[in-house]
């Protein structure tokens, strides 16, 4: 039974346009969520994180934003660039990740073409 | 800095060999976990630990043992190696447990024929 969801396995999108990836999670205990970037070859790199307490957190042009009712978190890349083509994965903690663990999802792989 | 590094980068083992996969960091972290990716699978946690001295089971702990002698390492060991643990595995490390990003290391690709 997955916990958290990314529905889309990929995202085609437009050099200069927005890229929203989305995630859906089934456990309300999970209180803390993040979002890693990964490359080929690469280990996954922190891109961005948000906390219960707030619906949306920007970093530059990455923007999270969480409806808790809904179970839902989205991730808005504007400007698309190139380079931002990756994999990127949705995570989850709960109670403070007390238990060490983080639940990722499948991941998304976001193709930004030129 | 080097952060999280991992060695060997790439291995291929038979069934029923062992070995052990070393990660080490630099950043002071007392935290430290192994994942394994496994194709269109996000990470699964497979140990952690919160010290050092300490271990704990994750997700998908049966078939590895872990160590943490040290407080920069964390060793991942498979004592008989099996096909299904043909994966990608990553170790992290992290400042705190829960509220906080983990970093990562480069991963260490295996086979098992």
């Known amino acids: 039974d997955q916990q958290v969801k990314q529905n889309s396995p990929s995202l085609s999108v437009q050099e200069g346009r927005i890229s929203i990836l989305n995630c859906d999670y089934t456990?309300?205990?999970?209180?803390?969520f993040l979002w890693y970037k990964k490359y080929p070859a690469e280990g996954p790199t922190f891109l961005i994180s948000i906390s219960s307490i707030k619906d949306k957190n920007e970093d530059g042009r990455f923007t999270v934003f969480l409806n808790k009712s809904a179970k839902h978190l989205s991730l808005h890349i504007v400007p698309s660039q190139p380079g931002d083509s990756a994999v990127y994965f949705c995570a989850a903690s709960d109670d403070g990740g007390s238990q060490g663990n983080l639940i990722f999802g499948k991941g998304t792989k976001l193709s930004v073409k030129p | 800095n080097a952060g999280v590094t991992q060695t060997p980068k790439f291995r291929v083992l038979k069934t029923g060999q062992s070995m052990t996969l070393l990660c080490a960091q630099d950043?002071?972290?007392?935290?430290m976990y192994w994942y394994r990716q496994d194709p269109g699978m996000g990470l699964r946690l497979i140990h952690y630990s919160v010290g050092e001295g300490t271990t704990a089971k994750g997700e998908v702990p049966d078939g590895y043992n872990v160590s943490r002698l040290k407080k920069q390492n964390f060793l991942l060991g498979l004592e008989s190696a099996a096909p299904s643990q043909t994966s990608v595995y990553f170790c992290a490390s992290s400042y705190l447990l829960g509220y906080n990003e983990q970093f990562f290391g480069p991963g260490t690709r295996l086979t098992v024929l």
């Open positions: 950043m002071n972290h007392e935290y």
């Open positions: 456990n309300s205990m999970f209180d803390y």
